[in-house]
């Protein structure tokens, strides 16, 4: 049983940028597969954060306080380039108040646990990644609704301190049940409850967007490629300034790899359901184009990071070669 687990787990996360395509694709056309998922949105994003918190260890928590410098950089990237894109893309373009509100709450966002994933692809510094994802996602309950009241109060009134109180129970309660679960579950029996957790966060992650695209199918296709392209461009700019502000830094190619994936790769799931507590259903759009979008321009990121790790290993083993 766990091995077919195990390999239906594995088989999720090689294809999962394919069957988040294959989500919005069937959810357009098919919108009844996922209006369920519409009124669960909330209790699903807590799903994720719950397994989120059970692959956590101690290390992922004293890595911080063993690499401050790296992990200040990071997480100041995180919420500083992410969110002021955002709310340059939005002037610059004049979008209208849902989606003005929409791109800043998608920026606001701590980073995602599929950033994890692709610093590994990319043969970056995965613990760092971990401790990021980790540092930004705590810092979530005050950090987003400040951002979201000081860039998108123009738009909409924003109660920070209630917005404050549902990130804590959507992300902070889930995250320490899950490291309270883990104590309990033990290292034994860890990695046969993490093949689980995979397909149950890949199902909350699928099912949340999918119910989104439901909602919102004809708006999407209305605002067509522009608004693809504006959250390709803002993704874009938050690969490029984090890669930038990593190497001004004077970071390690690894690492500057790792801060370029993890400020570029938001928590789609957390603004989109946000979204659906506070706002009108078009505020949730950019974020689901934006869980598409991250994937894909992640992976392809992270493919050419890894060329330019395995090609530098290359050099620098031949160079020692000469030496000898």
């Not at 989500?23 to 994720?48: C, N, Q, R």
């Not at 309270?180 to 149950?200: P, Q, S």
């Not at 184009?289 to 083993?317: C, D, K, M, P």
């Amino acid at each position: 049983m766990m091995n077919v687990v195990g390999k239906v787990s594995g088989w999720v996360g090689k294809y999962l940028t394919y069957l988040v395509l294959l989500t919005i694709v069937s959810a357009y056309f098919v919108p009844e597969m996922y209006l369920w998922a519409v009124k669960h949105t909330v209790w699903m994003l807590g799903v994720v954060m719950f397994g989120m918190g059970m692959t956590l260890h101690t290390s992922d928590f004293q890595r911080v306080l063993k690499r401050p410098r790296e992990v200040l950089i990071g997480t100041v990237c995180q919420y500083t380039i992410m969110p002021l894109a955002a709310y340059a893309l939005v002037r610059v373009f004049h979008l209208n108040a849902d989606l003005a509100v929409g791109m800043v709450l998608l920026g606001s966002c701590p980073g995602g646990t599929a950033s994890n994933v692709m610093s590994f692809l990319a043969k970056g510094d995965v613990p760092l990644s971990v401790s990021l994802t980790t540092v930004s996602t705590l810092m979530a309950p005050v950090m987003l609704p400040f951002l979201v009241w000081a860039l998108a109060g123009e738009w909409v009134t924003v109660s920070f301190f209630a917005m404050a109180m549902t990130v804590v129970k959507v992300i902070l309660v889930p995250l320490v049940l899950g490291l309270m679960a883990h104590r309990v579950v033990g290292e034994a029996h860890l990695d046969d409850c993490k093949k689980f957790l995979v397909l149950l966060s890949a199902f909350s992650v699928l099912s949340i967007l999918g119910g989104v695209v439901a909602v919102n199918g004809p708006r999407i296709v209305s605002y067509g490629g522009f608004l693809v392209a504006l959250v390709l461009l803002h993704s874009v700019l938050g690969y490029g300034l984090g890669y930038l502000a990593a190497s001004l830094l004077g970071m390690g190619q690894r690492q500057r790899h790792t801060v370029s994936i993890e400020v570029g790769m938001q928590n789609d799931a957390l603004a989109i359901s946000l979204a659906a507590v506070y706002f009108n259903p078009l505020v949730a759009v950019p974020a689901a184009i934006g869980a598409a979008v991250h994937q894909v321009t992640g992976s392809l990121l992270a493919s050419v990071f890894a060329s330019r790790t395995q090609e530098e290993t290359v050099e620098e083993t031949a160079a020692v070669s000469l030496g000898d």
